[in-house]
């Protein structure tokens, strides 16, 4: 894409002596709490996205500065890098409205979503790319609110985002952003991740409070609004996941972060892949005061609500304590807790003893949990 | 029928007209702003079984024991039934 | 949670199971009425661990499942008019009309919102004045005032954008059409605690009476269902018929006097068609003359077809609990959550939709 933007520029060079052209060009002050760069259009336009000079302003304005590195410098229309061993590569796109949250944005997501997913594989993502879709008339302000997210969480997890593209839709054809990100890194060498590794006896733990996310993108949709703010629990677990297998190899059998559908979506996937039964206690899994008050309010199934940045692991019974030891230190599981084990005695299914006692089948969710009265 | 939880009255936060006296009550660990036209008599501190949004009654905190004696009393009652036999 | 944990505590459960164990010495069948207490009884583990000898029938509870076809039609066509935002509880958009369910209307671009009060829809109307605010007024008389309150209060407001679609059903009227059927089973009822919060207890003593048939208002917790239950079985070993109120923390005997003025303020008693089961006169509550204005189906003068149920679905025989789920033969395969063909696979509470995740416990092997 940048090759024929320079194409376009070459060719258009009359321009540089327009008037308007020079009026137009931004002026840029960049420092790392990074305030958002004057410019002199309020909105982005399909002009934005055409690939000419509105597109190269608007990328050279402020996204390529704020995400600056070696590889996305190059402005190729590729990124070129070595990378030896194992790979894992994962992408994701996000869509979620609205685009602002307690505790986060979409460009957190974006980011923490695909460096989790990478994570999950056992590998570090070394190298993301970033794709926007922008609907006409979303605003600089907020465009911007979200790249600083990107470029926080992103160095925050030690990512590099090397390559791109930015489109933008007419008004109704999009919802504010969509974003897609794709990533890439070497698999830990001590990783050995899949689910045909788990085991009877195995057992199941979790790395923190359930639920957190959903519910936070619930209470500020329209009509459940809460005074007491729930925040999302969106943060990049490839730290946290990378360490514990350095400790622990492949006595970790299985990763998974449960995001749409929630724990029990996950769990309920791979009974049906292993075909063993996953027996869950209802007393032992972590959920803040806050969160099951919200649960409790609307009717809802914290095993069916979404998390962010929360991991479920399947491990050896012998490691489990010091898994969870470890875990615990980690600012990303001080609230880990083992919510079961691995049997064979209900073969596919997911079983659950309630808090009072009684056991029942954790089903397959279907369609998105609603809000009840009854 | 109907879903209604159990939630504490820690505030009142309007008196706008005859159908609007409005608190605020706490769930366990969140708030929700409450309707509080049905329960006149609810005040700060009250227990309030709430349905969509609407207070629809003042948790009876002795009836509430009662049903952790009920067993209680049933054991006492099949002891002095015992000597009939 | 207080008023709330405390009634399930694993112990008194265990407790309440040991002492129904005891005294159980026939077959019973209890009916659970509210959907809330069938919700509970299944994601509890409840059901498993009561003896065999008692079997709980899930009532016609659910505001949801006895909604009917023609109402969700209505609800759809106001959502398709433009200039209208539909709003609805989250659980009454899968229901399926005769040719698509509000989710799907929404999909295809109907302004239709998920709230979680009344109330916030008055406020809607208030924030939106160049639109119409039609809220769908399900549920059962709990609910009943929570919808005229809204009523009055976009009343004293003064606007003009507010309306509503009542689809409102009564607990007493079906109780008498479940236990007046020839083909009843049912010994005892479990009436619904909040129903009875807001009405009282004073209509079930006919009822009780006319069909010698024991009533006790009951709540929604484990334990509240255990004592429920144990309290209607104990009546019937010692052949007894009488009405009993476990839920005495929140109901009274006469209810709640302002709840009921309000719906009687906004209200009146009118036939409803109760899905799957057909007309059930003065069954439900429309709203009346002198609210006239607040009531959808005057405003936008609503005319659309009367529409019929899937004929192969037998929801009323399973919401009557003269049919058990499984004795349906499209359960499970015709007719599942994702392609229900009658709302009690819909709902979460529907006896079907219980079922169905219950049902598979059956071979559940015990841990």
């Not at chain 1, 600089?140 to 160095?155: Q, R």
């Not at chain 1, 899949?194 to 936070?216: K, L, T």
């Not at chain 3, 009343?155 to 689809?167: Q, T």
């Not at chain 3, 005319?303 to 049919?323: F, V």
Request: with cysteine.
């Amino acid at each position: 894409m940048m090759q024929k933007l320079l194409k376009m520029m070459n060719n258009e060079s009359v321009l540089f002596n327009n008037l308007y052209y020079h009026n137009m060009l931004p002026k840029i002050k960049m420092n790392l709490s990074c305030p958002m760069p004057k410019f002199d259009f309020d909105v982005i336009t399909m002009g934005h996205g055409s690939g000419g000079l509105l597109t190269h302003k608007f990328l050279q304005s402020g996204v390529f500065d704020i995400l600056k590195n070696d590889l996305l410098d190059q402005q190729h229309d590729g990124a070129s890098f070595e990378l030896t061993g194992k790979t894992a590569f994962s992408t994701d796109s996000y869509v979620i409205s609205p685009i602002f949250f307690p505790g986060g944005n979409i460009g957190d997501l974006a980011i923490n979503g695909t460096v989790n997913d990478i994570a999950m594989c056992g590998a570090e993502a070394k190298y993301m790319s970033l794709g926007f879709i922008i609907e006409e008339g979303f605003t600089m302000k907020e465009f911007w609110e979200v790249l600083v997210s990107i470029k926080n969480a992103a160095d925050k997890a030690n990512v590099k985002i090397v390559t791109g593209d930015t489109k933008v839709v007419e008004k109704g054809k999009g919802d504010k952003i969509f974003i897609n990100t794709s990533g890439i890194g070497t698999i830990h060498p001590k990783a050995n991740i899949h689910h045909n590794n788990i085991e009877e006896g195995d057992v199941i733990i979790v790395s923190g409070n359930i639920a957190n996310h959903g519910i936070a993108i619930m209470s500020i949709r329209e009509g459940l609004d809460f005074e007491t703010a729930i925040e999302s629990d969106t943060a990049n677990l490839n730290h946290t996941v990378l360490r514990l297998i350095n400790t622990f190899g492949n006595d970790i059998k299985f990763l998974r972060d449960p995001t749409r559908g929630g724990v029990a979506s996950v769990l309920n996937e791979i009974a049906e892949l292993t075909q063993l039964s996953f027996y869950l206690e209802q007393s032992l899994i972590p959920l803040n005061d806050a969160v099951e008050g919200a649960c409790e309010m609307l009717g809802l199934d914290p095993l069916y609500v979404a998390n962010e940045g929360l991991f479920l692991a399947v491990v050896k019974k012998e490691i489990a304590t010091s898994f969870l030891a470890q875990l615990r230190t980690d600012e990303n599981g001080v609230n880990a807790a083992v919510i079961g084990e691995v049997t064979r005695t209900n073969p596919g299914k997911v079983i659950m003893k309630s808090r009072v006692g009684g056991k029942r089948i954790v089903t397959y969710l279907t369609g998105e949990q609603l809000p009840r009265i009854c | 029928m109907c879903l209604a939880i159990p939630g504490k009255l820690i505030a009142i936060t309007a008196q706008l007209d005859e159908t609007f006296r409005t608190g605020k009550v706490s769930f366990g660990g969140i708030q929700k702003e409450v309707n509080l036209f049905m329960v006149p008599e609810a005040k700060i501190d009250d227990y309030l079984l709430v349905h969509v949004g609407v207070a629809i009654s003042v948790v009876d905190e002795e009836e509430a024991k009662l049903t952790f004696k009920y067993l209680k009393d049933m054991g006492e009652v099949e002891e002095l039934e015992l000597p009939t036999n | 949670m207080k008023f709330l944990t405390e009634y399930r505590d694993p112990e008194m459960v265990v407790q309440y199971v040991k002492e129904i164990k005891a005294i159980t010495t026939k077959p019973w069948t209890l009916m659970e009425i509210c959907g809330g207490q069938t919700h509970s009884l299944v994601k509890n583990g409840i059901l498993d661990m009561l003896p065999k000898f008692i079997t709980m029938v899930h009532g016609p509870g659910c505001p949801v499942c006895v909604t009917s076809v023609s109402v969700i039609d209505e609800a759809i066509y106001l959502a398709e008019q433009p200039h209208v935002i539909l709003c609805s509880f989250g659980d009454m958009l899968r229901v399926p009309g005769s040719k698509k369910s509000l989710l799907e209307a929404k999909a295809e671009g109907a302004d239709i919102r998920i709230l979680y009060s009344p109330l916030e829809a008055v406020q809607l109307a208030k924030t939106n004045p160049d639109k119409q605010v039609v809220f769908f007024a399900v549920g059962f008389e709990t609910t009943a005032p929570a919808n005229a309150l809204s009523v009055v209060h976009a009343g004293s407001l003064g606007l003009s954008n507010y309306s509503i679609l009542a689809s409102h059903v009564l607990v007493p009227p079906a109780m008498e059409a479940i236990l007046g059927d020839d083909e009843n089973t049912i010994d005892a009822f479990l009436a619904a605690g909040h129903v009875c919060t807001i009405m009282g207890i004073d209509e079930y003593y006919p009822i009780s009476e006319k069909y010698k048939c024991p009533i006790v208002v009951t709540g929604f917790e484990p334990v509240d269902l255990l004592q429920g239950i144990l309290m209607a079985v104990q009546q019937l070993e010692k052949g007894e018929y009488k009405v009993e109120n476990q839920y005495a923390r929140s109901v009274q005997r006469e209810g709640n006097k302002m709840a009921q003025d309000t719906i009687h303020k906004v209200f009146t008693i009118s036939d409803r068609v109760w899905r799957g089961i057909g007309n059930i006169p003065q069954s439900g509550y429309e709203v009346n003359e002198e609210y006239k204005l607040f009531n959808a189906r005057v405003k936008f003068n609503i005319n659309i077809p009367l529409a019929e149920e899937n004929k192969e679905c037998i929801s009323g025989a399973i919401m009557k609990g003269l049919k058990k789920p499984k004795e349906c033969p499209n359960f499970g395969i015709k007719c599942k959550p994702e392609h229900p063909l009658g709302a009690p696979m819909v709902s979460s509470e529907g006896a079907c939709a219980a079922y169905y995740h219950y049902a598979s416990a059956d071979e559940m092997v015990v841990e």
